[in-house]
């Protein structure tokens, strides 16, 4: 059996603990390999190995260190396909979207070759008589990232881009379902000149993530993943004195106007929900038609263009998704049909009981879709992260729009018209952290940041941009004067301006 091991120091390292983790293919539903799970003296080790690689990597200046962050983004680019292919193989996602997860984490490491400009301090000249201020960014010490399976390459690069730029080391504990693509990355960051050390990944479960969170030696967390999982991550990395930012689940909307362009309508949600079997938390698997014209129309269509999907494995070029994770994410999501069924909602389309003709193992599910949804119901509430369609009927955009707004979650929301007031308006009160006009998956670009509201974010700074720069670095505040003789007498009062 192939074994994934760490990356410690540069150098794969042989997992110590004995307990392993199974990695699928899923488009086979065989096992293909076994990732060593860390104990919690291994992440130490980790742990002890970048602390001291990092007062190096930090003392290099900010150019220098870019330098490495472009050599790297011309490595992840000349070995696109490679690692493509291997993601696919481990996650089930079609090739050419796995392209898209390794290309959205390398336009991070593009924003990250600007940190010697993102990292300039401010200066003030004369705050006071004599007197200068200035301020500087300076880089945490060792940080850690934890992330899940269903962007094994996009998020990893989301937080270590950034913190590796600002001169930190990074410990990444991606997800052990597809932990294959983030031991490659660490590989090509050697290869792009990083000191060995400054990024280690360790693989592991609950052991080796509790270890991290708790961990003196770990300034900062960063999560990936599944609301509760978040929620847990956050509080108890806070209570042992670091900086966490943990991103949960979603439940994105869909509202649909009566004036909106339903053909674009149509492609743009299909591809946003089905895409990816649905396992994106910018996937968009509530649709609110306003109106029951636009309920019927748009049902009407979607229906066949859900019907004309073709689901394939992951490098069958034409397949427009592949399986889902693992077979007990496959029973968790026709879980939900069954129980959608049983709530009430109208099934359209079934997408449970797929084969694939010579892969009948792996973890195929249909396009399903759900009309007459309500918001009490439980697949309403949770998070399905399948290829499932839920339509709410609303009849106004009021009635729409209180939907996102009300939900637990508040990752995105979409709003699809051709009145520029209304959705206007519609972006300035929906209590959701992304919104969309007339774009269905709102992920922002690499030079603002990502964060959703509400349960789909803990922690109050988002991923990369500006804000990963201030979440991976502290802020230093100077204030000087070099005084030219006798500067008054001795003062008990603190000082003002007045
Ligand atoms: P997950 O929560 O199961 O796992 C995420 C990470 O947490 C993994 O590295 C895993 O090893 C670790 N983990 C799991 N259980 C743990 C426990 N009990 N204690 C400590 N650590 C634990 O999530 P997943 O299934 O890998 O990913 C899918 C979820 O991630 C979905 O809910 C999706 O919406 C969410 N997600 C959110 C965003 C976002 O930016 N908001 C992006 C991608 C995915």
Wanted: aromatic residues 8%; glycine residues 10%.
């Amino acid at each position: 059996m192939r074994e994934i091991s760490h990356f410690i120091n540069g150098k794969s390292v042989t997992g110590a603990s004995g307990r392993f983790g199974d990695i699928y293919d899923p488009n086979t539903g065989q096992i293909q390999a076994r990732v060593a799970l860390a104990t919690a003296a291994e992440i130490d080790d980790a742990v002890q190995k970048a602390a001291k690689a990092q007062a190096g990597w930090a003392a290099m200046n900010p150019q220098r260190r870019a330098r490495v962050m472009f050599t790297f983004k011309a490595l992840i680019e000349q070995n696109m396909e490679e690692l493509a292919h291997l993601l696919s193989s481990e996650h089930g996602k079609v090739i050419a979207d796995a392209k898209g997860d390794i290309q959205r984490g390398l336009e991070v490491v593009e924003f990250a070759c600007g940190i010697p400009h993102l990292l300039k301090g401010d200066y003030t000249e004369g705050a006071g008589p004599g007197i200068d201020v200035y301020s500087m960014r300076q880089p945490l010490g060792v940080v850690a990232g934890i992330t899940p399976f269903n962007f094994p390459a996009m998020i990893p690069l989301w937080m270590s881009a950034v913190a590796l730029a600002c001169g930190n080391a990074f410990i990444l504990k991606p997800s052990e379902k597809d932990p294959s693509v983030p031991v490659r990355l660490g590989e090509l960051l050697i290869e792009a000149g990083l000191p060995e050390g400054v990024f280690q990944v360790v693989h592991g479960d609950k052991v080796a993530v509790d270890a991290l969170i708790t961990h003196p030696d770990i300034r900062a967390v960063s999560f990936v993943g599944s609301s509760d999982i978040a929620q847990y991550i956050y509080a108890t990395g806070a209570s042992h004195g670091k900086r966490v930012q943990a991103m949960g689940g979603a439940k994105n909307h869909g509202i649909i106007m009566p004036d909106a362009d339903l053909d674009q309508v149509v492609k743009d949600i299909v591809g946003a929900a089905y895409g990816s079997a649905g396992e994106r938390c910018m996937a968009l698997p509530v649709a609110v038609p306003v109106g029951q014209k636009t309920a019927d129309a748009f049902i009407e269509r979607m229906i066949d263009a859900a019907r004309g999907l073709k689901v394939g494995i992951s490098t069958d070029a034409e397949a427009h998704y592949g399986p889902v994770i693992s077979a007990a994410h496959k029973a968790k999501v026709e879980n939900y049909i069954r129980m959608g069924v049983d709530e009430g909602a109208e099934l359209l389309l079934d997408g449970r009981g797929l084969k694939l003709q010579g892969h009948e193992e792996g973890f195929f599910i249909g396009p399903t879709l759900f009309d007459h949804v309500k918001p009490n119901m439980r697949t309403y509430r949770e998070e399905i992260f399948g290829p499932v369609l839920q339509v709410v009927r609303a009849e106004s955009l009021e009635e729409a729009a209180a939907l996102p707004s009300q939900h637990d979650y508040g990752n995105g929301v979409a709003i699809f018209t051709r009145n520029g007031l209304a959705a206007r308006e519609f972006a300035a009160k929906v209590n959701v952290g992304m919104v969309g006009i007339n774009v269905p998956i709102p992920v922002p670009v690499a030079y603002h940041s990502f964060g959703g509201w509400k349960r789909s974010a803990f922690g109050d700074m988002n991923q990369y941009g500006e804000d990963g720069v201030r979440f991976y670095t502290k802020v230093k505040t100077v204030t000087q004067r070099w005084p030219d003789g006798d500067i008054g007498d001795q003062a008990f009062v603190i000082p003002t301006m007045s």
